[in-house]
């Protein structure tokens, strides 16, 4: 699976952007679909993400103002980001899991998208 990830920009505080992934394969054979971030000089973090039957989860830092979906017949995944805060800056990265069942256990594969960046002005 190939991710490409846009939509990143320069915002104001209090603006809005939204984040779109295309995938190039089915992305309703993914098990989980998730957005992650990484600042400059920080770890990777995971912002938001999607199961296959459509549950979310988001990271306390975002809840409320960011919203994660998915559209399984254009096969891409979106983060509408509201209320940016100069901390949301960073590069944001899509990344799609598979979860396969194997005789020898449950084998995860995971795929990453090339990242896009985001930067909110105070």
């Known amino acids: 699976v190939q991710l490409q990830a846009s939509g990143g920009g320069l915002v104001q505080a209090g603006g809005s952007l939204r984040l779109s992934c295309a995938a190039s394969?089915?992305?309703?054979?993914?098990?989980?679909m998730a957005w992650y971030r990484q600042a400059p000089g920080n770890e990777r973090e995971l912002v938001a993400r999607i199961g296959s039957s459509r549950s979310t989860n988001y990271a306390d830092f975002v809840r409320g103002r960011f919203t994660i979906s998915k559209d399984n017949v254009k096969n891409t995944v979106s983060l509408q980001m509201n209320s940016l805060k100069p901390e949301d800056t960073a590069v944001y990265y899509c990344?799609?899991?598979?979860?396969?069942?194997?005789?020898?256990?449950?084998?995860?594969?995971?795929?990453w998208g090339q990242g896009t960046q985001v930067t909110v002005s105070s």
């Open positions: 394969s089915d992305i309703g054979n993914m098990n989980v």
């Open positions: 990344k799609a899991t598979r979860a396969v069942v194997t005789p020898i256990g449950i084998l995860k594969n995971d795929y």
